[in-house]
């Protein structure tokens, strides 16, 4: 249910199998452990921990979480004796957000009743902060456009990126910020790295990272225009439905299948981010008896 790459020496990332090839990744020191993000499901966080705690036998001392939502960080809790390190963002959204979205969750799936909501101990906000685990040193640093709480952590002494969501196969916005994606993969593209550990979908090798940040940010301005353009009608949704995920460069296939889905909300969010609220449809307002 959780795939285990070998990222770099010492460098391992899991990928689930079971929710949107999220991702997450760890560290291993001579003595402890860093754990960053903690996949959807309890049983995927406890394989990670069982992997690390039983075959490396080392214990998890710190986890990372890489922004606040629920397939990175509500894993916190199976790590009791761990200092959970975040964005001081991250830390408010769990706090405000979370325990109601966790609260709705445990309804429909029964996995959650395990779970607690556990606030990061300790936050930044800006600047890197650095942590050294062995002979690597972890260098966390906001990159937001995600969402605005996002950090990435890089080992400097292996260039790998753990990016969090602002790196995906397809960028998603709509808890976020469309320039400051922008602006955080122009900044990704320019630190020299080996491997880009993206939040979601597969591994980015060095030679495909200046690829996928183009590809990213060319889809980026392909929603921008698409919405600028619907914003001039006067049902911008008439338009806006037929702009799917491939008139913007990008395949229905990537993250599972939901490429398609989540470029919908992506047009949504980013035209009432940017317009306010659209009339929903030109039928939508005939069938209201507006006219
Ligand atoms: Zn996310």
């Given at each position: 249910?959780?795939?285990?790459?070998?990222?770099?020496?010492?460098?391992y990332s899991f990928q689930s199998e079971v929710y949107a090839q999220v991702t997450a990744g760890a560290v291993i020191g001579p003595s402890w452990?860093?754990?960053?993000?903690?996949?959807?499901?309890?049983?995927?966080?406890?394989?990670?921990?069982?992997?690390?705690?039983?075959?490396?036998?080392?214990?998890v001392?710190?986890?990372i979480d890489t922004h606040y939502h629920a397939d990175h960080s509500w894993g916190n809790c199976f790590f009791p004796g761990a200092t959970v390190i975040a964005h001081r963002l991250c830390r408010e959204w769990l706090d405000m957000r979370s325990r109601a979205a966790l609260e709705e969750a445990r309804h429909h799936t029964l996995e959650y009743r395990s779970v607690k909501i556990v606030l990061p101990h300790l936050t930044f906000d800006r600047g890197n902060m650095s942590l050294r685990v062995g002979k690597k040193t972890l260098s966390m640093m906001p990159l937001p456009g995600h969402s605005g709480d996002n950090i990435g952590v890089m080992v400097e002494e292996d260039r790998v990126l753990f990016a969090g969501d602002v790196f995906m196969p397809l960028p998603y916005i709509v808890d976020g910020d469309i320039e400051?994606?922008?602006?955080?993969?122009?900044?990704?593209?320019?630190?020299?790295?080996?491997?880009?550990?993206?939040?979601?979908?597969?591994?980015?090798?060095?030679?495909?990272?200046?690829g996928a940040v183009k590809d990213n940010l060319n889809y980026l301005s392909a929603i921008r225009k698409a919405v600028r353009k619907a914003s001039r009608r006067k049902y911008p949704w008439d338009l806006l439905e037929e702009v799917d995920v491939e008139s913007c460069g990008k395949s229905r296939v990537l993250i599972g299948g939901l490429a398609e889905d989540l470029h919908r909300q992506n047009l949504r969010a980013l035209f009432e981010q940017l317009y306010g609220k659209p009339p929903a449809s030109s039928e939508d307002e005939y069938g209201n008896g507006h006219r």
């Open positions: 249910m959780v795939q285990r790459e070998r990222v770099a020496e010492n460098v452990a860093v754990v960053i993000d903690t996949l959807a499901l309890p049983e995927e966080t406890l394989s990670i921990r069982d992997f690390i705690e039983q075959e490396l036998q080392v214990p001392r710190y986890v400051d994606m922008i602006a955080s993969l122009k900044l990704i593209s320019k630190l020299g790295l080996e491997n880009v550990v993206q939040g979601h979908g597969d591994i980015v090798l060095r030679g495909e990272v200046e």
